[in-house]
């Protein structure tokens, strides 16, 4: 049973416009939640993170929501650009654990 | 080099054959991971290697062996797989999180790993 889920395998969105990408989670016990981003051909890299205990991580373009009595967080991105098409991945982070785990992947493509 | 490392980038390889994926990190940092990533699925964590020592095997099958001789280097041992092992296979680096805290892990480029 996926504890991480990004439901939409695939988002398109114009040049400019906001992006928004989804993550659902079923363990409370997280500490941390994250995004990664890849381009093909190369490993995910670390976008954004937020911890727990907060709401909303902002850097620059990037906006990490977190809602946790919906066990939801989101990505936005905004002016979305050609640059940002990516598989963004969702993961959760727990500390008891030591590990991350990742969701599937949401597939963005920024149409110019 | 800098970051984190993985060689072969594309690997073709029969079910008898015995092969190596290797991993190097150039980081500083002191906890390595295998994972692997299958066609629309998560990234499933495989092993975790912390200051040299398997801290974590996620119920992974023993054709697959993993071995970090130090800090910077980790391999994962291939034998007798199959092909629905075939996948990406991602190794990561980071700083051991102490207990609650969280540290980046930086990936490498992937294994392309093939079975036929």
């Known amino acids: 049973d996926q504890q991480v889920k990004q439901n939409s395998p695939s988002l398109s969105v114009q040049e400019g416009r906001i992006s928004i990408l989804n993550c659902d989670y079923t363990n409370s016990m997280f500490d941390y939640f994250l995004w990664y981003k890849k381009y093909p051909a190369e490993g995910p890299t670390f976008l954004i993170s937020i911890s727990s205990i907060k709401d909303k991580n902002e850097d620059g373009r990037f906006t990490v929501f977190l809602n946790k009595s919906a066990k939801h967080l989101s990505l936005h991105i905004v002016p979305s650009q050609p640059g940002d098409s990516a598989v963004y991945f969702c993961?959760?982070?727990?500390?008891?654990?030591?590990?991350?785990?990742f969701g599937s992947g949401t597939q963005l493509t920024v149409l110019p | 080099e800098t970051g984190v490392t993985q060689t072969p980038r594309h690997l073709v390889m029969g079910m008898t054959n015995k092969k190596s994926l290797k991993c190097e990190q150039h980081?500083?940092?002191?906890?390595m991971y295998w994972y692997k990533q299958s066609a629309k699925k998560p990234l499933e964590l495989m092993f975790v290697y912390s200051l040299e020592e398997r801290v974590e095997n996620n119920s992974v099958p023993s054709r697959f062996s993993p071995e970090c001789p130090n800090s910077s280097h980790l391999f994962l041992h291939l034998h007798t797989l199959q092909p629905e092992d075939s996948a990406l296979y991602l190794c990561?680096?980071?700083?051991?999180?102490?207990?609650?805290?969280?540290?980046?892990?930086?990936f490498g480029p992937g294994t392309r790993l093939t079975v036929l």
């Open positions: 980081l500083g940092h002191n906890a």
């Open positions: 993961a959760a982070f727990s500390g008891s654990a030591r590990q991350l785990t």
């Open positions: 990561a680096s980071s700083q051991d999180p102490l207990s609650g805290s969280f540290n980046e892990q930086f």
